[in-house]
């Protein structure tokens, strides 16, 4: 067996840079590159490793820990599970930072490869630096709070580890079932041991994601059940863009005249203009969505996880049947669904091969249609430009963002009260073009989600909203779009605090309090921070200057930061439905 000596962090970089994709008959690396904080723990021996492969696998260096793993899942997110970013960190602190985003990437079903530096294994020089030494557990260190948010979790103790640790961490990151955080802890002293690695750990790997057929049986229940419905709809989650399923969607759903909802996940699957297409399911959903789910005698919901705000805390969807197509059955079978255990694309197929002519009723489809033109009408309605001299709402900053959006362009959202207002309201024009972490709705996902996006895309403009509470929590990144040229398009919405969360607190029966910035607090000077950082920004005073703001942002090559006042009080009325909050205390 020919054999090549080298550190553990030498061949794992190695082994990371032979790894393939086939995408569209293309031949790509899979790893787009690695996010690296370096400090002690992983500078010495990892960090030599990839300075030694920078040609081949580029290390981009971050600010923040969470903040580059947030970049890492947008990555992987846009470019639909197919490729993925590694993240490496030191020990201590470093590694701990990541744990929200590694549960963000679990939450999303999203693949995040992590490496954490670690403490010596031989325990020598113990306690180090940044060590936690948890008391009568000397095993234990922090990286095992990584666990519960990792659906792989290694620690590489001896070099000899990595033959079998490293195809099982690919094995998981891409399969569509298991996927998600894959962390592999690296103990600093094994990162800079030799050992004689046989060569065939380091031949070319081409890899493509599984496309799981659905089972025969299934097919024809889901069919039987298809063909007596006389008011069928869709609802399309995230898992229809992973499998690349968003075209076939579209063609089925027209004809077979079954009108489309979408997650927040899964919106942008099909256009705004789509004939089948209703908007938003849910707690955040359209009129149009939410009456034809009260509605309709059978829901074939396609790749989603059912979270509260889907199924308006299970009360929407308790009247028609409920199949559930899934590639992974522990989603496959919620809520009693009827499972359907397969890859979306495979299973519109299957679908499409035993359903003859059948289509639903002419009159189902042109009530959704009806439904779906009236909602339009309200986006106009809470989209248009305000008054002069009205502070605008969120709806009215999204309207000018929407309509200088191109069908190329992506908009990056998370937390707050944006979301609620995108999935509603933004109209999406072009597949794949509107990207919001809602599963975890972590604040601070945006700006850092936005440079990861836009690494994995070529074209277009990236659009980041966010609001003034994610804005100061985590901004780092708008430095490492603008060193690395990553341009993106910031519209920061100011209301002087959590706004969404203040208008929760009061819906709930409780006194305003700890949410909006008291008058007297200082204001924040939000374009001259990012201006510090190195973007572009202005304050614009209404919408109209947002929208020349927009416009001379998209002129420039380099990130921009528009920033707009906002009104904290008014969310959108229309649509939406029950949410299952607890109140305040009676
Ligand atoms: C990391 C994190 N902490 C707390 C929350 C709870 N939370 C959700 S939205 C929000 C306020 C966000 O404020 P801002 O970004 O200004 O948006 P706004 O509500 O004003 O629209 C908070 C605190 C969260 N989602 N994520
Ligand atoms: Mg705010």
């Given amino acids: 067996m020919s054999t090549t000596r080298l550190t553990m962090a030498q061949a794992l970089v190695r082994f990371l840079v032979q790894q393939r994709i086939q995408i569209d008959r293309e031949e790509v690396p899979l790893f787009g590159g690695v996010f690296a904080i370096f400090g002690h723990g992983n500078v010495a021996g990892l960090g030599h490793a990839l300075h030694e492969a920078r040609s081949e696998l580029p290390t981009f260096r971050a600010h923040n820990e969470q903040a580059m793993a947030h970049a ?76 519960p948010v990792s659906r792989l979790w290694d620690r590489i103790d001896r070099p000899e580890q990595l033959l079998v640790a490293l195809p099982e961490a690919i094995r998981v990151l891409l399969d569509p079932v298991e996927t998600g955080t894959v962390t592999l802890c690296l103990p600093q002293d094994v990162q800079a041991e030799r050992w004689d690695y046989p060569n065939r750990l380091f031949e070319k790997r081409v890899h493509t994601i599984r496309r799981a057929p659905p089972d025969p049986f299934e097919v024809e229940r889901v069919r039987a059940a298809l063909a007596k419905s006389e008011r069928p709809m869709i609802i399309a989650g995230g898992g229809v863009h992973y499998s690349g399923a968003a075209d076939r969607l579209s063609r089925f759903a027209k004809q077979r005249r079954i009108p489309v909802a979408e997650t927040q996940a899964g919106k942008s699957a099909l256009t705004h203009d789509d004939p089948a297409a209703l908007g938003a399911i849910g707690v955040t959903g359209t009129e149009a969505a939410n009456s034809c789910a009260k509605e309709a005698d059978l829901v074939l919901a396609i790749g989603t996880r059912f979270s509260d705000f889907t199924t308006s805390s299970r009360t929407l969807l308790n ?59 309200t986006i106009d309605r809470v989209t248009a430009q305000p008054p002069a001299g009205q502070r605008p709402t969120d709806a009215q900053v999204l309207g000018a963002v929407n309509r200088a959006a191109g069908d190329k362009d992506l908009v990056v959202c998370a937390a707050g009260g944006l979301p609620g207002e995108l999935h509603k309201l933004w109209r999406s024009k072009g597949p794949g073009t509107y990207h919001l972490e809602y599963g975890y709705s972590c604040m601070g996902y945006e700006i850092a989600g936005g440079l990861g996006a836009r690494m994995a895309r070529t074209e277009g403009e990236v659009f980041v909203m966010v609001g003034d509470g994610s804005y100061l929590m985590m ?42 910035l008291p008058e007297a607090a200082p204001v924040v ?5 990012a201006a510090s950082l190195g973007a572009s920004s202005e304050k614009v005073a209404s919408v109209a200057e947002l929208e020349a703001a927009i416009g001379r942002a998209k002129a420039r090559s380099k990130t921009s930061v528009i920033v707009i006042d906002t009104d904290p009080e008014n969310g959108t009325k229309e649509g939406g439905a029950w949410w299952d909050v607890p109140s305040g205390a009676r």
């Avoid at 359903?355 to 033109?373: C, D, H, I, N």
């Avoid at 920061?492 to 309090?513: E, H, M, S, V, Y």
Wanted: glycine content about 8%; aromatic content about 6%.
């Fill in 475 to 516: 901004n780092s990144e708008i430095a490492t779009s603008v060193a690395t040229g990553n341009k993106l398009i910031i519209v920061l919405l100011d209301n002087r605090g959590f706004g969404c969360i203040n208008r929760l607190q009061k819906a709930t029966g409780n006194a305003p309090f700890n949410n909006l």
């Fill in 72 to 147: 890492a899942i947008a990555y992987a997110k846009t470019h639909k599970r197919r490729r993925i970013m590694a993240c490496t960190t030191s020990i201590g602190p470093g590694a701990t930072n990541l744990v929200t985003a590694a549960a963000t990437a679990h939450v999303n079903r999203i693949p995040l490869l992590l490496l954490p530096g670690d403490v010596f294994a031989s325990r020598r020089p113990d306690p180090v630096l940044q060590q936690l030494e948890a008391f009568g557990s000397p095993t234990l260190s922090v990286n095992d709070c990584l666990k």
């Fill in 319 to 377: 009247g028609p049947l409920l199949i559930s197509a899934n590639v992974g059955p522990f989603d496959a079978h919620k809520h009693d669904a009827l499972p359907i255990v397969g890859d979306a694309h495979a299973i519109l197929d299957a679908l499409d091969g035993v359903l003859g002519e059948w289509a639903a009723p002419e009159s189902w489809w042109s009530k959704a249609r009806t439904r779906s033109k009236a909602w339009s009408e």
């Fill in 525 to 529: 000077d939000f374009a001259a921070h």
